[in-house]
């Protein structure tokens, strides 16, 4: 009686174990946002964009504060220098220095349009938002993708008013990052594939260093985006988040 007692104890420990080792597609989109999600932190990045007619490389410092607020000022090349974009909840404003000195309000279907002739939209470039809250998923699956052993998740949005209605998602084990996505419209029509091609790990979080961007329905080679650098936790005064900011 003894030994079958503890058989039975053995098994009730290691079932609970194996269950509490369960992953769902809650916990996985949890742990991307805890990675990628930022509260504040003032990044430099290069975008090269493979474009038609040729190569353009962009450099940029961009200032994040939670989900409503970015600014970006656009440092190289010449004729870019002194270009900044302001974020303000479901509003962009442009600032084009030279020679109108103007600043442009964008927000509603234009948020769709390419930043610089990019792969990226103005709401790829300046999202932040926790994918727990924009989306429900599922796991669909499990794939080796570029050597490395991922989730597949499907996801479909909770609301009318998510950027891509529905992504597919390469998650690798080892990190939760999203190794690759394929993002579609509500029709179900394929509209961007991204990848993450090189990662870091800083304070504590693993963080894209190098992503590719491709707008399928443009005729491009895709955009690259690099983190340069970039600091976690800073406290970015208010006033960088203003329009008076941007002629500054």
Known sequence: MMNISKYLLVTIILSLSLRAQTITAEIILDKIDANLVIDEAISSATMIIHA?????????????????????????????????MLRLDDKIWNYIPEPTDRIITISGHLLKQSVM?????????????????????????????????????????????????????????????????????????????????????IDNRWYPKRMTFKDVLSNGKGTEYIIDEIEFGVDIPDYMFTKAALRK
């Open 52 to 84: 038609r007619t040729g190569t353009r490389t962009i450099e940029s410092k961009s200032w994040i504060k939670g989900k409503n607020k970015a600014f970006v000022e656009y440092l190289n090349p010449v004729r870019e220098r002194g270009k900044k």
């Open 117 to 201: 002739g990019s792969d990226l939209s103005y709401e790829d470039m300046t999202e932040n938002d926790k994918m727990s809250e924009m989306y429900d998923a599922v796991i669909s699956g499990e794939e080796v993708y570029n050597e490395n052993e991922c989730y597949v998740l499907e996801l479909t949005a909770k609301t009318e008013d998510v950027t891509y209605y529905s992504r597919k998602v390469w998650v690798e084990k080892s990190t939760f990052l999203p190794r690759k996505e394929e993002r579609f419209a509500k029709s179900g029509k394929l509209l961007k594939r991204t990848e993450i091609q090189e990662i870091f790990k």
